[in-house]
């Protein structure tokens, strides 16, 4: 990493650092500001509006890894060169609510004020399309358009380019080329939703609330819905590089809520309930069996913590709930 990339991710760490809630010393391990993360659709419309300017603006920030991109760009590139070890493993709720905390950090920097947000595609079951969410005034767009397409060179079919909302000229940096190989190439943001699945019901995940220890809890809550939903989206919510599409991090928003529900059940025992498979780069299952000390690692977007550090985050400096 070059010099000023190192400098800039040093400030931009210590910016998030002075943003999170403060303890006095009185009450060190307790929160005194505690956030709670609301559905897109209970924000006002002048925090809706914030949000998604804030999340434009990432495009315009350097990147903090030293990418000849954006911080916009970053979220894509850590989560696609560790997309192995973070999928069908232990490690996929923790990281990515580390990983989804470092984004609502970004967008603090970029000015939303508002409260953090997730999506409730339960109340969406067949009718994302009708979606407050995916609405072109105060949402994240629609599905692609057939009538604005783009074939690159090296894709089998085109890319369905969103054509309304207020990212349809948004331009995310990485894609996968042939090979799945990582390649910088600016294009259009892209979906093709196709809702066939009922899997994401509020009956199934009922169903899967009830799971009593996090090993199947996790399996089955990654399997389905999580799968599901961005298979259901399709585009640029299918690849590794799905964080590309603005709707991720909202998914994956909703998806902690599930685990932070799930942890509400019993606290005592579910803030230490960790376990699964260790998977390595390439993509091969470790002997190692997944441990609280375990690393999530971010690859110079932020430090590595352990998994234990983010088990509760109605501790500091997390200080948030649903």
Not at 3 to 22: D, M, T
């Given at each position: 990493?070059?010099?000023?990339?190192?400098?800039?991710?040093?400030?931009?760490?210590?910016?998030?650092?002075?943003?999170?809630?403060?303890?006095?010393?009185?009450?060190?391990?307790?929160?005194?500001?505690?956030?709670?993360?609301?559905?897109?659709?209970?924000?006002?419309?002048?925090?809706?509006?914030?949000?998604?300017?804030?999340?434009?603006?990432?495009?315009?920030?350097?990147?903090?890894?030293?990418?000849?991109?954006?911080?916009?760009?970053?979220?894509?590139?850590?989560?696609?060169?560790?997309?192995?070890?973070?999928?069908?493993?232990?490690?996929?709720?923790?990281?990515?609510?580390?990983?989804?905390?470092?984004?609502?950090?970004?967008?603090?920097?970029?000015?939303?004020?508002?409260?953090?947000?997730?999506?409730?595609?339960?109340?969406?079951?067949?009718?994302?399309?009708?979606?407050?969410?995916?609405?072109?005034?105060?949402?994240?767009?629609?599905?692609?358009?057939?009538?604005?397409?783009?074939?690159m060179p090296d894709e089998a079919a085109p890319f369905y380019c969103v054509d309304d909302g207020p990212f349809w000229q948004l331009r995310?940096?990485?894609?996968?080329?042939?090979?799945?190989?990582?390649?910088?190439?600016?294009?259009?943001?892209?979906?093709?939703?196709?809702?066939?699945?009922?899997?994401?019901?509020?009956?199934?995940?009922?169903?899967?609330?009830?799971?009593?220890?996090?090993?199947?809890?996790?399996?089955?809550?990654?399997?389905?819905?999580?799968?599901?939903?961005?298979?259901?989206?399709?585009?640029?919510?299918?690849?590794?590089?799905?964080?590309?599409?603005?709707?991720?991090?909202?998914?994956?928003?909703?998806?902690?809520?599930?685990?932070?529900?799930?942890?509400?059940?019993?606290?005592?025992?579910?803030?230490?309930?960790?376990?699964?498979?260790?998977?390595?780069?390439?993509?091969?299952?470790?002997?190692?069996?997944?441990?609280?000390?375990?690393?999530?690692?971010?690859?110079?977007?932020?430090?590595?913590?352990?998994?234990?550090?983010?088990?509760?985050?109605?501790?500091?400096?997390?200080?948030?709930?649903?």
């Amino acid at each position: 990493m070059c010099a000023n990339a190192r400098l800039s991710l040093l400030i931009w760490l210590l910016l998030v650092i002075l943003a999170l809630p403060r303890t006095s010393s009185a009450s060190i391990g307790e929160c005194t500001n505690t956030t709670t993360r609301v559905e897109w659709r209970q924000l006002s419309s002048v925090d809706q509006q914030q949000y998604i300017d804030s999340v434009l603006c990432l495009k315009t920030k350097p990147s903090r890894i030293g990418l000849n991109s954006s911080l916009y760009d970053d979220f894509t590139f850590v989560h696609f060169t560790l997309n192995n070890q973070i999928h069908s493993s232990a490690v996929f709720l923790p990281w990515h609510r580390y990983f989804t905390f470092l984004y609502t950090g970004a967008i603090r920097d970029c000015g939303y004020k508002g409260p953090m947000t997730y999506w409730d595609w339960t109340l969406d079951l067949l009718k994302m399309l009708q979606s407050q969410v995916m609405a072109s005034e105060l949402g994240f767009g629609g599905t692609g358009s057939r009538n604005r397409t783009k074939q690159m060179p090296d894709e089998a079919a085109p890319f369905y380019c969103v054509d309304d909302g207020p990212f349809w000229q948004l331009r995310p940096s990485c894609r996968i080329s042939l090979g799945n190989r990582l390649k910088f190439d600016e294009h259009c943001l892209h979906r093709d939703v196709q809702e066939r699945s009922d899997s994401y019901s509020g009956s199934k995940i009922a169903n899967i609330l009830q799971e009593r220890d996090f090993l199947w809890f996790s399996r089955r809550l990654e399997t389905s819905p999580h799968n599901t939903i961005h298979s259901t989206i399709g585009g640029e919510m299918g690849p590794p590089t799905s964080p590309n599409d603005p709707l991720f991090f909202l998914h994956h928003s909703q998806i902690d809520r599930l685990w932070w529900l799930w942890q509400q059940m019993n606290l005592t025992a579910r803030y230490n309930d960790y376990s699964g498979d260790v998977r390595n780069s390439n993509g091969s299952y470790s002997d190692m069996q997944a441990s609280l000390s375990d690393l999530l690692q971010m690859n110079g977007l932020a430090p590595d913590i352990s998994v234990k550090e983010i088990m509760n985050v109605s501790s500091p400096p997390w200080c948030y709930q649903y």
